[in-house]
DNA sequence: TAAAGTCTGTTGAATTTTCAACAAAATAGG
DNA sequence: CCTATTTTGTTGAAAATTCAACAGACTTTA
């Protein structure tokens, strides 16, 4: 726990929170750290949703498989980054994706309840994580209003060009990595892998593009 | 106001607050009644999300327009349901949708700064309205994985199957009213209206469905 | 009630995606 | 360092979507 201090005094989630304080809270949440292999899965579609996760290192992706067995990523969770957290806020008894692996790594989980409910010793660090709580889940409702105009693109193509000038903006240059690989950006656009293939071979010939692996340089 | 008093108590921001309160709370909070018309805007892309909104009467709609002009609807917004909360609360400076009216009612705004901030009064309900809202937040992240769900569907059929059944599913009932036109439902959907048309023809005619304008009933 | 406007279903052609299959390239493991 | 496995790019054919256009049904309003 000691080496990810850097790290969760920096996660938002932990926002506010006097660095001091922030181990004794760590054993008054009841907080755990849990090692993970790569493709390891950390919540189960159907399971109720007690505990949120924080990434601690690696990083995870949230999926889901409908009947026929094809994937949908709904996200990439990076180091800091929560998962969970929604479903835990919002009680359900059901969780409607999985939670996979895509790097080896650790999550620290925290039990909701005790983040919701003023503990006995009456710490005062609830209120505090209740309004971070809220502003994280309000902006990963953002996250999800970039992802719907994304999947809302009708070709292939402007589902990618989409896509990635988001990830430049994001890293604010026009080199940056994405965490798929070929199959996992067209589970995460909605697209066939081969047409995603194709629609960067003809965008690199257009000379728009330069990718090697997962890495990506507008032109 | 008085009139929406009996819609107001059920809402889910104002869970678990009494009812004598609830007048003085609204006061309070600083909250404004505004009618609007069909096809008004009720907030503007870009504009910065101080508020969020209760609808008393009519319905809205979230809309994204890109640069080509296709509009995406992101959602449908009823009667005793907010809209702007997310980037209220995630404090966002230009907010990434619009949301127009699609049947003429009322709105109730809520400055969010009083919902957050203690106030002068120190009124007690504070803590309650915070721990609604990030249930509320929470709970439109499931709606989001939903919507998620049915864009990342390859064909319009499926969209389209997958929508009828979500909505069979939340009306407890295969018969049912959607708050769409055609077009609006193709906009939702991210397909085009003329192929979503003809999709609905071809399962009327294997007899698996029926519809007259927005009323469906699954067979 | 008539006219104007909107919504819906159909059509066929052009475009795009999906699907299956394969070979080259890259990676991982022994 | 070599082999087995995975990933990636390409292809062509089949399937599905989009697009534009139009006519009939339905609404609105004057």
Redesign the pocket.
């Known amino acids: 726990m000691q080496k990810y201090l850097e790290l969760l005094k920096n996660c938002p989630l932990f926002l506010g929170v006097n660095d001091d304080e922030l181990i004794s809270m760590l054993g008054c949440l009841g907080a755990r750290v849990v090692p993970f292999a790569k493709r390891q899965t950390l919540m189960e579609e159907g399971e109720q949703a007690k505990e949120l996760g924080v990434v601690l290192s690696g990083s995870v992706q949230i999926v889901q498989v409908d009947y026929f067995g094809n994937r949908n990523i709904l996200s990439d969770v990076e180091t800091g980054e929560l998962f969970g957290e929604a479903f835990a806020c919002a009680e359900v008894q059901s969780v409607p994706i999985s939670v996979v692996a895509s790097e080896a790594g650790e999550i620290l989980f925290i039990p909701y309840a005790r983040i919701e409910a003023p503990c006995a010793n009456a710490c005062g660090f609830h209120r505090q994580l209740i309004h971070n709580l809220l502003k994280i889940v309000a902006a990963k409702n953002l996250l999800f209003h970039q992802k719907l105009g994304l999947l809302s693109k ?4 402007e589902k990618l060009t989409a896509y990635l000038l988001l990830q430049a903006k994001k890293n604010k240059s026009n080199r940056f990595s994405i965490p798929f ?3 996992e950006l067209a589970d995460y656009l909605g ?2 892998r ?2 995603l ?5 003809k965008m690199r010939r257009e000379g728009v593009l330069r ?1 090697r ?2 890495h990506f340089e507008l032109l």
């Open positions: 009708r070709t292939t193509r690989d070929r199959q697209v066939d081969s047409g293939s194709s629609e960067l071979g990718c692996k997962n």
